[in-house]
């Protein structure tokens, strides 16, 4: 399976940004649909955006006009630019890949992830 790490979260005042980047293993990274989730307790899981291995990506409607993701894969890394962040921003971000090699599916629900890392803490706060 797919070992994913996230990094770049931590505290941010709003009106900030910050860029999350999830480094992946293995040689087939580009093979494989990626996303970001976030969830805060007691809340469900939520797709903020994804990119297929086409680089076609899918937003979040709320969320697209601060938020890209891109990714690259020659370094094995996806990333998430934040921008003109606010107080309910505040979550773990979740990186995730697809549950197969080329995956011709949707990419917005959790179950067409397989592979998921540890999440790393965004907070917006003054």
């Known amino acids: 399976q797919v070992q994913l790490v996230e990094s770049g979260g931590g505290l941010v005042q709003p009106g900030g940004s910050l860029r999350l980047s999830c480094t992946a293993s293995?040689?087939?990274?580009?093979?494989?649909?990626m996303a970001w989730f976030r969830q805060n307790p007691g809340k469900e899981r939520e797709l903020v955006a994804s990119?297929?291995?086409?680089?076609?990506?899918f937003y979040n409607d709320s969320l697209q006009d601060r938020f890209t993701i891109s990714r690259d894969n020659v370094e094995n890394t996806l990333y998430l630019q934040m921008n003109w962040l606010k107080p309910e921003d505040t979550a773990v971000y979740y990186c995730a890949a697809s549950r197969g090699l080329y995956y011709s599916g949707a990419h917005y629900s959790e179950a067409d992830f397989a592979s998921w890392g540890q999440g790393t803490q965004v907070t917006v706060s003054s």
């Open positions: 990119i297929s291995w086409s680089v076609q990506p």
């Open positions: 293995g040689r087939a990274f580009g093979a494989y649909g």
